[in-house]
């Protein structure tokens, strides 16, 4: 390397130099004799050549000032930083705070962008915590029945049927219960048993339909994310099974889940109002993911059949996109909606529960849950 010359000398040179910093060449151009005397005048051709001259000769000095400055910020901010990791340092300033200074520095020394830094209030790693999951359940019900007319309001031991299933969702404790209810007289009944609803279109095809807008009517602002789907005509339903849907939406790759019991009574075999669950289990576990749900009797071969039970626990995005998509050819085939979600590729994962609760579609399964049913004390 050439040695260091003085900035006078450069700037007194009567031909162009280079700059003795070989990272930033400059030239300096000859001045008037006068003027580099310290007369005071100036040739005034040469005013502009002597100002792009002189900036040309200090840049050189300048950016070598600035990146020691730089550089000594930077020891100074991460010293800080180190003071801070001691035990009982009085350093007020976060830790993450100090890092914030001391990085931008470095990106200047490297001549790289500077990030913008993660936020830390929506930086799951930073909080050190993931957020709980709020879920919700709601239970469709309506009036119009053909097999059973006015089905939600048979009493069943001094209630209604809609009253009872309202009770054993507030007993799971799992948090909110909302009936969406198609009629007033429904509503009423549960308001007056001291319960919450809200009234929907009566024109819902589905009760899947009927509780994407009853969440909305309840929940406007979104704060339950998972929402359960609980049938209005299983007054005998174990709070259970309720925890045993919700705790399948622990994986994040499951949209819903649902539960199903084995089939212990041979007629179910090959009742097609049984529903069918084809499940690919877990090895040593009660729970698998769905590959089918059918009528018909499946799978073949020796082992057991599983009876679907119609709960669901969906996240509230697949609610919402479930309900957005056309019926499905198998879902129109089967009658079972769950297929249109199956058909989009949705993941179902079903949970094996030990009963069947009773599911009232006729007089006849209205006697045998007010049989099942009976007061303890009598």
């Given at each position: 390397?050439t040695?260091?010359r003085?900035?006078?000398?450069?700037?007194?040179t009567?031909?162009p130099?280079?700059?003795?910093?070989?990272?930033?060449?400059?030239?300096?151009?000859?001045?008037?004799?006068?003027?580099?005397?310290?007369?005071?005048?100036?040739?005034?051709?040469?005013?502009?050549?002597?100002?792009?001259?002189?900036?040309?000769s200090?840049?050189?000095?300048y950016?070598?000032?600035?990146?020691?400055?730089?550089?000594?910020?930077?020891?100074?901010?991460?010293?800080?930083?180190?003071?801070?990791?001691?035990?009982?340092?009085?350093?007020?300033?976060?830790?993450?705070?100090?890092?914030?200074?001391?990085?931008?520095?470095?990106?200047l020394?490297?001549?790289?962008?500077?990030?913008?830094?993660?936020?830390?209030?929506?930086?799951?790693?930073?909080?050190?915590?993931?957020?709980?999951?709020?879920?919700?359940?709601?239970?469709?019900?309506?009036?119009?029945?053909?097999?059973?007319?006015?089905?939600?309001?048979?009493?069943?031991?001094?209630?209604?049927?809609?009253?009872?299933?309202?009770?054993?969702?507030?007993?799971?404790?799992?948090?909110?219960?909302?009936?969406?209810?198609?009629?007033?007289?429904?509503?009423?009944?549960?308001?007056?048993?001291?319960?919450?609803?809200?009234?929907?279109?009566?024109?819902?095809?589905?009760?899947?339909?009927?509780?994407?807008?009853?969440?909305?009517?309840?929940?406007?602002?979104?704060?339950?994310?998972?929402?359960?789907?609980?049938q209005?005509?299983?007054?005998?339903?174990?709070?259970?099974a309720?925890?045993?849907?919700?705790?399948?939406?622990?994986?994040?790759?499951?949209?819903?889940?649902?539960?199903?019991?084995?089939i212990?009574?041979?007629?179910?075999?090959?009742?097609?109002?049984?529903?069918?669950?084809?499940?690919?289990?877990?090895?040593?576990?009660?729970?698998?993911?769905?590959?089918?749900?059918?009528?018909?009797?499946?799978?073949?071969?020796?082992?057991?059949?599983?009876?679907?039970?119609?709960?669901?626990?969906?996240?509230?995005?697949?609610?919402?996109?479930?309900?957005?998509?056309?019926r499905?050819?198998?879902?129109?085939?089967?009658?079972?909606?769950?297929?249109?979600?199956?058909?989009?590729?949705?993941?179902?994962?079903?949970?094996?529960?030990?009963?069947?609760?009773?599911?009232?579609?006729?007089?006849?399964?209205?006697?045998?849950?007010?049989?099942?049913?009976?007061?303890?004390?009598?």
């Open positions: 390397r040695p260091w003085p900035l006078s000398s450069c700037l007194n009567s031909a130099q280079e700059c003795d910093n070989p990272g930033r060449p400059a030239l300096t151009y000859p001045l008037d004799p006068a003027l580099s005397m310290g007369s005071g005048r100036e040739r005034p051709s040469m005013r502009r050549s002597t100002r792009a001259s002189t900036r040309a200090t840049h050189c000095l950016s070598a000032r600035f990146r020691i400055t730089t550089v000594l910020s930077f020891f100074v901010i991460m010293r800080r930083i180190e003071r801070s990791r001691s035990p009982g340092s009085r350093t007020t300033a976060p830790l993450a705070e100090m890092h914030g200074l001391a990085y931008p520095m470095v990106y020394i490297r001549g790289h962008e500077i990030p913008k830094p993660a936020s830390r209030s929506h930086n799951p790693e930073l909080s050190g915590m993931a957020k709980a999951p709020n879920p919700i359940i709601l239970i469709p019900a309506r009036l119009a029945s053909t097999r059973l007319p006015d089905k939600p309001l048979a009493e069943i031991h001094g209630e209604t049927m809609i009253v009872h299933c309202w009770r054993r969702a507030v007993e799971a404790d799992i948090g909110r219960v909302v009936v969406a209810s198609a009629d007033a007289a429904i509503a009423d009944a549960v308001l007056a048993a001291g319960g919450e609803a809200v009234l929907t279109d009566p024109a819902h095809p589905s009760g899947s339909d009927r509780i994407h807008e009853g969440v909305q009517l309840a929940d406007p602002n979104g704060r339950h994310d998972i929402v359960i789907n609980m209005g005509d299983s007054p005998n339903l174990a709070p259970i309720l925890h045993a849907t919700l705790d399948l939406l622990s994986n994040p790759n499951v949209d819903i889940g649902t539960v199903a019991a084995e212990v009574d041979e007629d179910e075999r090959d009742d097609p109002s049984a529903v069918k669950a084809v499940v690919a289990w877990e090895k040593d576990e009660n729970h698998g993911r769905a590959l089918y749900f059918t009528r018909a009797t499946a799978p073949s071969g020796d082992g057991p059949l599983y009876h679907h039970i119609g709960l669901y626990a969906y996240r509230r995005t697949a609610l919402e996109r479930f309900v957005a998509l056309p499905s050819p198998l879902e129109i085939r089967e009658g079972l909606e769950q297929l249109r979600a199956m058909e989009a590729g949705m993941r179902i994962d079903v949970a094996c529960v030990d009963t069947v609760p009773l599911t009232v579609d006729t007089p006849a399964d209205l006697a045998r849950a007010r049989s099942l049913m009976q007061p303890q004390d009598k």
